[in-house]
């Protein structure tokens, strides 16, 4: 299979792209909206994505064929790592979830067809009406494919024209996705554009945001920053910054028959993406009142990985990531010579495919990631929430490893204190279509309302 030459990411990468290519660009997704999107109603864009998103589940489905076959070369994930990757987001695309969202984000699912009251809205005689901009640009990073996937499905669900920027080397899934869309429905990928070009382009970027009515962008603190300040007054904007995530298991959790089903958890969390997502531990806090809990559970989960890595592999890594795992490895081979009760380390032998630091030091640690995992005893989640204080206004997801009875209790302290989202361990990287990007509205930032009083 070869993808056709559909959209600017499809050139080859010696092309060079200009302003006025994206102007142009930008200046057809807004007539193509105006004749095949703006249109549509919500059911048929339903109907569209809910058979996308089962084609993809489909092993013979030739889009997901290429995408395994060609993405490891392209993204350096393996070929399991990408399906598990895929089918857990596909297995999200669903007319019950899509509804389930609208009516999360609108109040209705018909909010953007027709003006619609809500109870509240039908004692001061109000109707109000969702539209959504005319044109929206999505800047993003990385090769974790999930934010691109998110920003298209929305952008159809408003019935908006989309611009998607991808870094260098990081739009090979979203683009086969787009081209399943065109395939199946030329008129409806005729108003995306996507194309890629390394972050701080102006130029380029300016010609872009002078088009666009709204603005999304996930990346670093510092590139979210840097798009924020480029934009135009008018143009509406939604950033998402560097975030960090940890899972806490308690001491109830890790006994008996639970803890092998609990490490299996944590393993799939650690491996999912190759830890390369903003929902993927750093660290699990492991409740501990010295009888070694943590330390046991360190232990397992480092087997556990090691027959992860059989069954699905680490993806490629560069030479400079290798050299900096396997640097970050010394430094505690050194501590576990001299302090072997406060620290201990697990690896896999003449690789860098996995590592599991034990450390006694309960302050939250950036893991180097690639599978890369930190492990750390705490008496309770006033320690945990104190050692990872640091990152506080940093946490996007705390997976919880818990008994039943205790997960009430501990969901609101973790609320309380600050985290945006909470899941079981084994679901880190994979929300549900409904989740609020870092505690916020997805269609808040995006939709107009109008307001008729009657």
Request: charged share 20%.
């Amino acid at each position: 299979m070869t993808l056709p030459n559909y959209f600017l990411a499809d050139l080859p990468p010696e092309a060079e792209l200009s302003p006025a290519m994206i102007t142009e660009a930008c200046l057809s997704l807004k007539r193509n909206r105006a004749h095949y999107l703006a249109v549509r109603d919500t059911p048929s864009v339903l109907r569209t994505l809910v058979r996308t998103g089962e084609d993809w589940l489909e092993a013979d489905y030739p889009y997901r064929k290429f995408a395994l076959a060609e993405g490891p070369a392209h993204t350096g994930f393996s070929t399991q790592t990408i399906a598990t990757g895929l089918d857990g987001f596909f297995r999200h695309l669903t007319g019950e979830n899509l509804e389930a969202l609208l009516a999360q984000e609108l109040g209705t699912t018909q909010r953007l067809d027709a003006f619609c009251a809500s109870s509240s809205d039908n004692r001061t005689r109000r109707t109000a009406l969702a539209t959504g901009p005319e044109l929206v640009g999505h800047i993003t990073a990385g090769y974790v494919p999930n934010a691109a996937f998110m920003a298209i499905v929305l952008g159809l669900l408003t019935r908006s024209a989309q611009f998607i920027k991808c870094s260098r080397g990081g739009s090979f899934l979203p683009r086969v996705f787009l081209h399943s869309l065109y395939g199946s429905e030329p008129k409806l990928g005729a108003c995306i554009e996507m194309a890629e070009w390394r972050g701080g382009s102006a130029a380029l970027e300016q010609a872009l945001f002078e088009q666009c009515a709204a603005v999304t962008a996930t990346g670093t603190d510092e590139a979210v920053e840097a798009v924020r300040r480029a934009l135009p007054p008018r143009v509406r904007f939604a950033g998402y910054g560097h975030q960090v995530s940890f899972g806490y298991v308690t001491r109830d959790a890790f006994l008996g028959w639970r803890a092998k089903k609990l490490i299996a958890a944590a393993a799939a969390d650690v491996v999912a993406w190759d830890q390369l997502g903003c929902l993927s531990p750093h660290v699990f806090y492991v409740e501990d009142n010295g009888t070694g809990t943590a330390l046991q559970f360190a232990g397992q989960l480092a087997e556990e990985l090691a027959r992860r890595e059989a069954s699905e592999p680490r993806g490629k890594i560069s030479t400079e990531t290798a050299a900096h795992i396997a640097a970050r490895r010394a430094i505690y081979e050194v501590r576990t010579a001299h302090a072997p009760d406060q620290t201990r380390h697990w690896c896999s032998p003449n690789s860098t495919a996995w590592t599991v630091i034990y450390e006694a030091e309960a302050r939250f640690a950036l893991s180097c990631l690639n599978r890369f995992i930190y492990v750390k005893p705490v008496l309770d989640v006033a320690e945990a929430l104190r050692g990872a204080d640091p990152v506080r206004d940093h946490i996007s997801t705390v997976g919880l490893g818990a008994q039943e009875h205790e997960l009430e209790a501990l969901a609101k302290q973790f609320a309380r204190w600050g985290a945006s989202r909470l899941c079981p361990l084994g679901q880190m990287q994979n929300p549900p279509l409904t989740w609020r990007h870092d505690g916020r509205p997805l269609m808040g930032d995006l939709v107009r309302w109008t307001d008729w009083e009657q």
